[in-house]
């Protein structure tokens, strides 16, 4: 856990540009020599849709067309990928979208991450990415809608209820 413990000492370490990476070195047990392990976020919008689905399955989302997730991420401001690399595989294990008025105000959407890294610190630093990502934007006011269960992961970024105590309003067709 070095590793990760150094990337989060440095607070401004997340995300000088379009792509950043961080390298830990893992022993194979099954072959018994060193695998390089890179894990990569970008900012670049190659996403393949179906990858994208099986990650928002692995979570456990309800599934939604295609060509409206295509729609949804062609337009919005940001959108931010993380990404396991082995060798010369890769996969994707974190997503996250922010759409914005390109000038005060960005909401940041549908951020995911891969079960098995979970836990790990990689949700917090692809929320550090995206947020610096934004800031570099010049982006003032940030906010997002979170589930229950994951309202004190925002909280612990710095995320708080409105201040006002208004509370958000919703129309959706009937």
């Known amino acids: 856990m070095g590793f990760w413990k150094a990337w989060f000492s440095n607070p401004e370490a997340a995300a000088t540009n379009k792509n950043t990476f961080f390298e830990e070195q893992k022993v194979d047990a099954t072959a ?6 890179r894990i990569v976020f970008s900012t670049e919008r190659e996403i393949d849709l179906y990858e994208l689905e099986e990650l928002c399955d ?4 309800s599934r939604r ?3 409206k997730v295509k729609k949804a991420i062609e337009h919005s401001f ?8 082995r060798g010369t595989q890769k996969r994707l294990i974190g997503f996250a979208r922010a759409t914005s008025d390109h000038a005060f ?3 940041i959407w549908d ?10 610190g990689l949700g917090k630093a692809l929320m550090k990415y995206v947020l610096k990502q934004l800031r570099s934007e010049e982006i003032s006011n940030v906010t997002l809608f979170a589930d229950p269960h994951v309202v004190e992961f925002y909280r612990n970024l710095g995320f708080m209820p409105d201040p006002e105590g208004i509370k958000g309003m919703f129309w959706y067709p009937h």
Do not use: D, I
């Open 65 to 67: 067309p295609l060509r």
């Open 32 to 37: 018994n020599s060193k695998v390089s392990t």
């Open 111 to 120: 951020v995911v991450v891969h079960p098995e890294f979970q836990s790990k």
């Open 78 to 85: 940001l959108v931010a990928s993380m990404w396991q690399v």
């Open 58 to 61: 692995a979570v456990g989302w």
């Open 105 to 107: 105000n960005a909401t």
